[in-house]
């Protein structure tokens, strides 16, 4: 019944905009699953203020934040389908399209740091994973750092051995999963906006995200100890159904890359410090404590998920590695 009710939305909305009447602007939906207050709630709409302007209101961008239009495991059935036309997800989402590539980006301790991620994103192993995606009907327009993960729980997490036995979320990256498991924790595959619950009453024991997410989403809140690893890094993937782009009147189109252009360099210029503000007001709330690895604890963590790597050329694909090897000079296993 979804997928007819879906299939019957995406039939209104894939109407080639080009013949719409000229007074009636054209209606871009773009849904994401986070709170408007994060680098890519604060993203989505710097690209509606500009994509408004740019097309002198041609165009009315319509953003839907906090999964209020679609869950995260919804969504990208839902763009193919036309029932929405532009989504942010986490790269790990395009696993169960069949383009597992993504998840190499999930890798434990691959970017050193935030320079090193958008150099490589911006380079041949971005350009090289939007490719991957045109066959199922979808365009990469760009790609959005959302910074390095922390991990929380009810207890200190600084030793390997800390996981032992904990249930954990993940957003459904079988990368994400390995290096979990590595640790000893059960990992649970969770739509994002049932985290918060899950934490309060226990179905989940703990998770990984951004300070920006423990802040927004309050997790924090459900979570007595933050342990700031920045073992791996959250980048999403802006993403649009090609019928629909590819029917756009080009100049309407040239405008909104150029809106997609300018809104990208700013919510990557905003992420670093959006994640360093959230953590000082949750250090601030002091409704958690925070912890810190030392070089001993980080080579520790490092070791034990080491595995990762080797076992990823099954999943991922030896390509994309070696790809990830070249542009980030590092070694793979």
Same mark, same amino acid.
């Given at each position: 019944?979804?997928?007819?009710?879906?299939?019957?939305?995406?039939?209104?909305?894939?109407?080639?905009?080009?013949?719409?009447?000229?007074?009636?602007?054209?209606?871009?939906?773009? /849904?994401?699953?986070?709170?408007?207050?994060?680098?890519?709630?604060?993203?989505?709409?710097?690209?509606?203020?500009?994509?408004?302007?740019?097309?002198?209101?041609?165009?009315?961008?319509?953003?839907?934040?906090?999964?209020?239009?679609?869950?995260?495991?919804?969504?990208?059935?839902?763009?193919? =389908?036309?029932?929405?036309?532009?989504?942010?997800?986490?790269?790990?989402?395009? *696993?169960?399209?069949?383009?597992?590539?993504?998840?190499?980006?999930?890798?434990?301790?691959?970017?050193?740091?935030?320079?090193?991620? #958008?150099? *490589?994103?911006?380079?041949?192993?971005?350009?090289?994973?939007?490719?991957?995606?045109?066959?199922?009907?979808?365009?990469?327009?760009?790609?959005?750092?959302?910074?390095?993960?922390?991990? /929380? *729980?009810?207890?200190?997490?600084?030793?390997?051995?800390?996981?032992?036995?904990?249930?954990? %979320?993940?957003?459904?990256?079988?990368?994400?999963?390995?290096?979990?498991?590595?640790?000893?924790?059960?990992?649970?595959?969770?739509?994002?906006?049932?985290?918060?619950?899950?934490?309060?009453?226990?179905?989940?024991?703990?998770?990984?995200?951004?300070?920006?997410?423990?802040?927004?989403?309050?997790?924090?809140?459900?979570?007595?100890?933050?342990?700031? /690893?920045?073992?791996?890094? =959250?980048?999403?993937?802006?993403?649009?159904?090609?019928?629909?782009?590819?029917? =756009?009147?080009?100049?309407? %189109?040239?405008?909104?890359?150029?809106?997609?252009?300018?809104?990208?360099?700013?919510?990557?210029?905003?992420?670093?410090?959006?994640?360093?503000?959230? =953590?000082?007001?949750?250090?601030?709330?002091?409704?958690?404590?925070?912890?810190?690895?030392?070089?001993?604890?980080?080579?520790?963590?490092?070791? *034990?998920?080491?595995?990762?790597?080797?076992? #990823?050329?099954? %999943?991922?694909?030896?390509?994309?590695?070696?790809?990830?090897?070249?542009?980030?000079?590092?070694?793979?296993?």
């Amino acid at each position: 019944m979804r997928k007819l009710l879906l299939a019957v939305a995406a039939a209104a909305i894939l109407v080639v905009p080009a013949v719409a009447e000229a007074q009636s602007p054209i209606v871009i939906k773009f /849904s994401h699953v986070v709170a408007n207050d994060t680098p890519k709630g604060k993203g989505a709409l710097k690209f509606k203020e500009l994509a408004e302007k740019y097309t002198d209101g041609k165009v009315k961008i319509e953003v839907y934040p906090n999964s209020t239009l679609y869950k995260d495991k919804e969504e990208i059935e839902a763009l193919q =389908l036309g029932s929405v036309h532009i989504l942010a997800p986490s790269t790990a989402k395009f *696993a169960p399209l069949g383009i597992k590539e993504f998840e190499a980006l999930d890798l434990p301790w691959l970017f050193k740091d935030g320079d090193t991620y #958008a150099n *490589a994103m911006k380079g041949t192993i971005g350009k090289w994973l939007f490719q991957k995606l045109e066959a199922k009907g979808i365009t990469g327009l760009a790609y959005w750092d959302n910074g390095f993960h922390m991990v /929380s *729980a009810n207890r200190p997490l600084v030793k390997p051995t800390d996981f032992q036995g904990l249930k954990f %979320r993940i957003s459904g990256s079988k990368v994400a999963d390995q290096y979990f498991r590595l640790v000893g924790t059960i990992p649970q595959i969770m739509a994002f906006s049932e985290v918060y619950q899950a934490l309060q009453t226990g179905v989940v024991d703990g998770c990984e995200n951004t300070a920006s997410n423990y802040l927004t989403q309050k997790f924090f809140e459900v979570q007595k100890d933050i342990t700031v /690893s920045y073992h791996a890094h =959250l980048q999403y993937a802006v993403i649009v159904n090609s019928k629909f782009w590819s029917g =756009l009147p080009p100049d309407i %189109r040239t405008q909104l890359e150029k809106a997609m252009t300018d809104a990208t360099d700013y919510t990557n210029s905003i992420a670093r410090q959006e994640n360093e503000d959230a =953590l000082a007001e949750i250090k601030k709330l002091g409704k958690t404590t925070l912890h810190y690895l030392t070089d001993a604890d980080r080579k520790a963590w490092q070791e *034990a998920m080491q595995p990762t790597y080797k076992w #990823a050329k099954g %999943r991922v694909g030896q390509e994309v590695l070696d790809l990830l090897a070249k542009e980030l000079d590092v070694k793979m296993n």
